[in-house]
C-alpha cells in the first residue's frame, strides 16, 4: 500500500509514526499477555494436583460408603438369629422355646446369635470378647435395671465361641459357663455338629440361670421380722385387717370356683356312668397335632373326660392367660409367640420406635410390627446408658481352653 497522500513530515527525535506506534502497543500487549500464561511444567503440576485432589475425594467417598455399610447385625429375632445358618430348623425351634420359657418363668433374656466372622462387619473388632461386650450393648439384652442378660455368640468361621454375661453376675457364674461351653459346646463343635452343641449349650446355660432365678426368688420370699415398738395402739395396728380378710375370701372364692368347674364329676350322657379323666398323656389321643403343641407351650391347658363303659369323651380346654402364646393368625392356635424390643428408646424430644415380632410356631406364619412409643415426660431422666458387662471365657474351637 502507498502512503504518500500527503507531504513526507520530519521526524523528531523521540517520536514515531502512529501506526507504527499502535502495531508496537499491541505487540506489547501480547507479549505480555504471553508472559502471564503457565509454562507446560505449570500445566503438569496443575495436572498433578487436581488428580491428587480427585484421588483423596474418591478415598474419602469410599470409606464413607463402607462406613455406612459397616456396623453390628441387627437382631432379627428376640431369641435366635442364627445369621451363619448352623442351626436346624427344630434345634432352632427348640432352643427359641427354651429361651420363651426362660423368660416368661424367671424374666431373664438370653439371645443365641451364630456368624460367620468378627471381621464381616467392619466394626474394627479385633477379638471376639470385644464384639461379643460391643453386641451386647448394641442390641440391650437383659433387664436395664438387673444387667442380667445373656449372649451365647459362635463365630464359626474364626472357630471361636463365647458366652457373654451381664454384669449382675459378677464372676461368680464364669467357671460354670467355661465348663458349658468345654463340655457341652465345644465336644460337639470338633466334629462339626454345630447344631447340636448350640442346642445343648443352651440348654445348660437355661438350667443354670433356673436355678439361680429360683434361689434369688426364695430369698426375697423370706419375710423380715419387723419389731413393734408399742408406740401405736392395738386398735390402729388391726384397723386394716377387715381389708385384707375380705379381698383374700374373695379370691380364695374365685379359686375354689374355679376348681370346682374344672374337676367336677361329669356323667355320660348316654350311660349316666361318672366319666374318668385321662391322664398321663392319654388324653394326647383326641388331641390334633396343634393342640398338642399348644399343651407342650403351656398356652392351653386340656382336660378329656372319657366314659369307661360306652367310650363316649369331653374334651375340655382351658387358656392360661399368664402364657406368652397367642392366637395365630393364620392357623388360630395359640401357638403363636409374641415378643417385644425396643429399637429406639424413646426422649424428652423426640418418640422411640418398638418392635413387635409374631412367629407362630405350628404354621410358620411370620409378622414383624412396628409401634410408636411416646416421648418422656420432662420430668423423668433422658437418655438410657449402658452399663459394663462381664464376661465368660472363649475358647478356640480346636484347642480348647486358651
Sequence with gaps: MDYQSGPER??????????????????????????HSPSSSQKAALLRFGALCFAVLLTALIGFATQAQAGYPKAKDLYVNDFAKLLTAKDAITIRIALAKLRDDNGVHAVVVTIRSIHGYGTGDLTIESFATNLFNVWEIGDRERNDGVLILVAVKDRKVRIELGSGYGESYNEQ?????NQQMLP???????????MEGTDSVVQILSQRASTIALQSARTPTIKYDGSSSPSDSGAGLPFFVIVGG????????????????????????ALGRLSGGAEDQYLDDGQKLEKSLGSVDYQVWQCPKCGYH??????????SFAGCHSCGYRTMKVGEMITVHPT???????????????????????????????????????????ASGSDDLVSGVS
Design 250 to 273: 374373695v379370691i380364695v372364692t374365685a379359686f375354689g370356683l374355679i376348681w370346682y368347674a374344672r374337676s367336677r364329676k361329669r356323667r355320660c350322657p348316654s350311660c349316666r356312668v
Design 314 to 323: 369331653d374334651l375340655q380346654s382351658q387358656y392360661r392367660w399368664l402364657s
Design 177 to 181: 459357663m467355661q465348663s458349658v461351653i
Design 10 to 35: 520530519p521526524h523528531s527525535k523521540g517520536s514515531a509514526d502512529p501506526i507504527y506506534a499502535q502495531a508496537s502497543n499491541k505487540s506489547n500487549r501480547m507479549i505480555r499477555h504471553r508472559s
Design 188 to 198: 460337639h463343635f470338633r466334629r462339626e455338629n454345630y447344631s447340636l452343641g448350640v
Design 348 to 390: 424428652e424430644f423426640s418418640t422411640g420406635e418398638k418392635q413387635i415380632d409374631k412367629e407362630c410356631y405350628r404354621c410358620g406364619f411370620r409378622r414383624c410390627e412396628t409401634d410408636i412409643l411416646p416421648m418422656l415426660p420432662s420430668h423423668i431422666p433422658s437418655g438410657y446408658g449402658h452399663s459394663q458387662y462381664s
